[in-house]
């Protein structure tokens, strides 16, 4: 299971959201089964649907 704040503090030099999207999205391909959001991204570029779009993200690579 993908945990959101465990690939935050897996990451640290994560500067944005866009970054973190590509994160997530190599995650899902080396094969992350299920993915969790336990919190709220720290970006100032994090958007209103934020767990939307990283589902999509996630989601995309199947």
Do not use: H, Y
């Not at 089964?33 to 993200?57: I, Q």
């Amino acid at each position: 299971m993908l945990w959101l704040s465990e690939v935050l503090l897996q990451n640290p030099q994560l500067e944005s959201f866009e970054d973190l999207q590509d994160v997530i999205s190599k995650r899902a391909a080396a094969g992350e089964r299920f993915f969790r959001m336990d919190l709220k991204p720290p970006f100032s570029d994090t958007p209103g649907n934020w767990e939307d779009r990283l589902e999509a993200v996630f989601t995309a690579v199947r």
